[in-house]
C-alpha cells in the first residue's frame, strides 16, 4: 500500500500513484522494517528536481523508469521497505545521509538512494540508478538484487559496514576550541581567494555550472562599502551585469533560474527557486543603494513582482518553486520548453519586422543557443538608444503575452519557512528602497502567515513547512528560526512595527537554547528534535546561507537592536568558524563573511524618531546606508519598547536620527544630508 497521499508535499504526492509501497519517513517505516527483517530504501528528492548532465536530465526520469515500472515496484515491495523524503521538508535527514553518499563516492546530487539497516543506518550509497546497464553504471534491478543477496548472505559484513560508516558520521563535529570572529586580515585573505576564482571575462567564480553566487556578492558588498576596495565592488557589478543579460534571467517575466549549464550564463537548469530569486532581489537591490545602477533598480524590482506574481499563495506566503519542464506542445514534456524561442515563433507572434528586432535584440539564432533549434533569450548588447526604447517594450509585452498561452510549467506549492523569511527580507527592503508600498505589504503578509500557521509554543517554535494554510508536522531546522528572524528584523527596521522585532527576539532565543553548543557551534537541528544517526551541523553557506551563518547575522543585529551582549556575543563565538575557513573557502562561507563585515564595522546603530509622516525622509536616508549591517528602529518620542529608541526624542521640536558606532553615539542630526555624512563616515 502507497502511505503517501495524506502528504502535503507536491514531491511526495507525485509518487502517490506507483505502484511501490512506499513509507513516508518515520518510526513506523523502521519498525514495519523491524518487522519483515528487510533493509530499508531510502530516495530523496524534490518536487522541482532535475540533475542536468551534458544536457541529459536525470531526477524525474528515475521515477519514470523505475519507480513507475511494475516489475521493479514488485522487487522493491518483496525486499525493502522503501520510503520517500522530500530533502526541502526534510532537510535533516537529507544533510546526513547525503553527508555519508559523499562520504562512500566522493559525489553526491537527487535523486539520492541510500539503502539503511532497520536502526536506519546508511550501508550502500547511489544517487541516479538507470534501468539497464550503461556507461559504467549498474541497472536499479541489479542494484537491488546486490543488496537483497548481501543483506540475506553477508549480514554480518552488511552490519559491520553500516557500524562503520553510522559511528564515523556520528563523530563528525566542529570544535572551535576558544573561537574568536574573523578581523580585517581574515576579510582581505578572502577578497584574494574570490579574485581568484574570479571570471573576469564572464562574470562569477569558478567554471561550468555556473552559480548565482548571491552571499559572495553581498560580501563584496560590505566590504566595497567598509574599505572602499574598487576590486570587490568591480567583481559585484561584472557577474549582476552578465547574470541580468544571460539566459539565467528570465528577459520577458523577470525572475532568475536555478543556475546556467555553461560558464557564459547561457543555457541556465530552467527551474526557478523562491530562494535564488529573494536573494538576488537583495544583492540588486543593494547594488543600486551602493552606486545607482539603474539596471540593479531594475532587476531588482521585476525579481520582486516576480515572486509576487509567480509564486504567491492565496495565504500570503510564497510557493518553493516552478518546475523546469513544461508541455512542449508535442506530447510530452521538455526543459524549458516554456521559456525558449525560435526564429519562426518569433515571426509568427511579431511578424517579420518586429521579430527581426527581436532576433537580433534577444540573440535567437536560426541554429539556436538551446536544443531543437530554439534559443534562450539574452541581451545581446549595451541598453539600446531611448528611439527603441518604445518598440523593444511593445516586443516584450506582446512575447509574454504569447509565452502565457503556452502550458506553464508546475508549482510546488509548499510554503517553506526558512526560504519565506528570505522573501520577506527582500520584498521589504525592494518596497522601501523605490517606494512601493504594495512589496512592503506583500512582505508583512508573508509574515504574517508565517507568525499565524508556521509558528506554535507561543512564538518560540517554528515549523518546517505550510501548504494550503495548513502546517505541515516537520520541525523547524536553524535555517528557519534564523532566515525568519532576519525577515523579522528587517520588516521591522523598514515598518516601525515593533511586534516583528520582538518576534525575531523569541525565536533568537530559541537558538541559543535549543540549537547551540557549548563551544558557540550551532546545531542544524534543536536538541528535542527527532534523533538521527548524527545531529547534523554545517556551517557552509550553499544555495542558500547555512543556518549557522545566518543565526550569527540575526543575533549580532539583534544585540544591536537591544543592546544585550550575550546576543552579540553568540554571534562572535559563531563567527570563529568564519575565521577558521575565510582563506580557504570564501565561496562557501559568503554570508558569514557578510556577517564578519557587519562586526568590523560596528555595526551601527540608527534610531530615528519621531511621527510616522514627518520622520519620513530621515527613515528612508537611514535603511540607504551602505554601512554593513546598519540596524534602523524608528519610532515615535517617548518609545520604551525598543531599548535602541528609549530616551530619544526631537531636536529643537524636529525628527531627529542618532546614529551609535562601536558603543559610541554622534550627536543626533536632523537633516538628511547630515544623517548621510554620519552614516558614511
Not at 574570490?194 to 566590504?223: C, I, N, Q, W, Y
Not at 544583492?283 to 540593479?296: I, P, Q
Not at 580557504?584 to 556577517?595: E, I, S
Request: proline share 6%.
Amino acid at each position: 500500500m502507497n502511505r503517501l497521499a495524506n502528504s502535503q508535499s507536491p514531491y511526495l504526492l507525485q509518487h502517490v500513484t506507483n505502484p511501490v509501497d512506499w513509507w513516508p519517513w518515520g518510526e513506523e517505516a523502521m519498525t514495519e522494517a523491524k518487522r519483515r527483517d528487510v533493509p530499508i530504501l531510502l530516495s530523496v528528492g524534490y518536487a522541482s528536481c532535475h540533475l542536468r548532465v551534458l544536457l541529459v536530465y536525470w531526477c524525474h526520469v528515475m521515477a519514470r523508469e523505475s519507480f513507475e515500472d511494475e516489475a521493479t515496484a514488485q522487487v522493491m515491495n518483496a525486499h525493502f521497505v522503501p520510503v520517500k523524503v522530500d530533502r526541502e521538508e526534510r532537510p535533516d535527514v537529507d544533510a546526513v545521509y547525503m553527508e555519508a553518499v559523499q562520504a562512500a563516492t566522493g559525489q553526491g546530487g537527487w535523486p539520492m538512494t541510500v539503502f539503511l539497516t532497520p536502526d536506519a543506518e546508511p550501508f550502500y550509497f547511489g544517487t541516479y540508478f538507470p534501468p539497464a546497464p550503461r556507461h559504467g553504471m549498474p541497472s536499479f534491478r541489479q542494484v537491488l538484487e546486490g543488496v537483497r543477496t548481501a543483506w540475506q548472505d553477508r549480514r554480518d559484513e552488511v552490519a559491520d559496514v553500516a557500524s562503520r560508516i553510522s559511528a564515523d558520521l556520528a563523530g563528525r563535529s566542529i570544535r572551535l576550541g576558544a573561537p574568536q570572529p574573523p578581523g580585517a586580515e581574515e576579510m582581505g585573505a578572502a577578497l584574494l581567494g574570490l579574485t581568484k576564482d574570479f571570471d573576469a571575462s564572464r562574470g562569477g567564480f569558478g567554471g561550468a555550472p555556473k552559480f548565482p553566487p548571491s552571499m559572495v556578492l553581498e560580501f563584496l558588498l560590505r566590504h566595497h562599502a567598509r574599505t572602499g576596495s574598487e576590486g570587490a565592488l568591480q567583481m559585484v557589478q561584472a557577474t549582476c551585469e552578465a547574470m541580468a543579460r544571460g539566459g539565467i534571467y528570465d528577459q520577458l517575466g523577470g525572475g532568475f533560474a536555478r543556475y546556467s549549464v555553461d560558464a557564459e550564463w547561457v543555457v541556465p537548469h530552467f527551474e526557478k527557486m523562491l530562494y535564488d530569486n529573494a536573494l538576488l532581489c537583495r544583492v540588486y537591490a543593494h547594488l543600486w543603494r551602493s552606486t545607482g545602477d539603474e539596471r540593479a533598480r531594475r532587476i531588482a524590482l521585476e525579481t520582486a513582482d516576480f515572486m509576487v506574481r509567480e509564486l504567491g499563495t492565496p495565504q500570503g506566503g510564497f510557493a518553493s518553486a516552478l518546475d523546469a519542464d513544461s508541455d512542449d506542445g508535442q506530447g510530452g514534456h521538455a526543459e524549458g520548453a516554456y521559456y525558449v524561442w525560435t526564429r519562426s515563433q518569433l515571426t509568427e507572434v511579431l511578424g517579420e519586422d518586429d521579430a527581426a528586432l527581436a532576433a537580433d535584440c534577444f540573440r535567437v539564432t536560426e541554429e539556436g543557443t538551446f536544443e531543437r533549434g530554439a534559443s534562450v533569450l539574452q541581451l545581446a548588447d549595451r541598453d539600446r538608444p531611448l528611439a527603441d526604447a518604445e518598440r523593444l517594450e511593445s516586443v516584450r509585452r506582446r512575447l509574454l503575452e504569447a509565452r502565457a498561452a503556452r502550458p506553464r510549467p508546475e508549482r510546488d506549492d509548499k510554503v517553506v519557512t526558512a526560504w519565506n523569511g528570505l522573501a520577506v527580507a527582500a520584498l521589504a527592503e525592494t518596497g522601501a528602497y523605490f517606494e512601493r508600498p504594495d512589496l512592503v505589504e506583500g512582505a508583512t503578509t508573508a509574515a504574517r502567515l508565517l507568525a499565524e500557521v508556521h509558528t506554535v509554543e507561543d512564538g518560540r517554535r517554528l515549523l518546517r513547512t505550510s501548504r494550503d494554510g495548513v502546517p505541515g508536522t516537520s520541525a523547524g531546522v536553524l535555517e528557519d528560526y534564523a532566515d525568519v528572524a532576519e525577515g523579522y528584523l528587517t520588516l521591522y527596521a523598514v515598518t516601525g512595527e515593533t511586534d516583528w522585532l520582538h518576534r525575531a527576539g523569541a525565536l533568537l532565543d530559541t537558538v541559543l537554547e535549543r540549537f547551540a553548543g557549548d563551544d558557540g557551534t550551532l546545531y542544524d537541528t534543536a536538541d528535542d528534535a527527532e534523533r538521527l544517526i548524527r545531529r547534523p551541523q554545517d556551517p557552509t553557506d550553499n544555495a542558500v546561507p547555512s543556518g549557522w551563518n545566518a543565526a550569527a547575522g540575526a543575533l549580532l543585529a539583534y544585540g544591536a537592536y537591544t543592546g544585550e551582549h550575550r546576543y552579540r556575543q553568540a554571534a562572535e563565538q559563531a563567527l570563529g568558524v568564519v575565521r577558521e575557513l575565510a582563506a580557504r573557502a570564501p565561496r562557501f562561507l559568503g554570508w558569514g563573511l557578510a556577517v564578519g563585515e557587519a562586526l568590523l564595522d560596528g555595526p551601527r546603530e540608527v534610531a530615528v524618531v519621531g511621527e510616522p509622516d514627518e520622520r519620513a525622509v530621515l527613515h528612508r536616508t537611514a535603511l540607504l546606508a551602505t554601512a554593513p549591517g546598519a540596524v534602523v528602529a524608528a519610532g515615535v518620542p517617548g518609545e520604551t519598547s525598543v531599548p535602541l529608541l528609549e530616551g530619544r526624542g526631537r531636536v529643537e521640536g524636529r525628527p531627529a536620527a542618532y546614529v551609535c558606532r562601536g558603543f559610541v553615539c554622534a550627536a543626533p542630526v536632523t537633516e538628511p544630508d547630515a544623517l548621510e555624512r554620519a552614516l558614511g563616515d
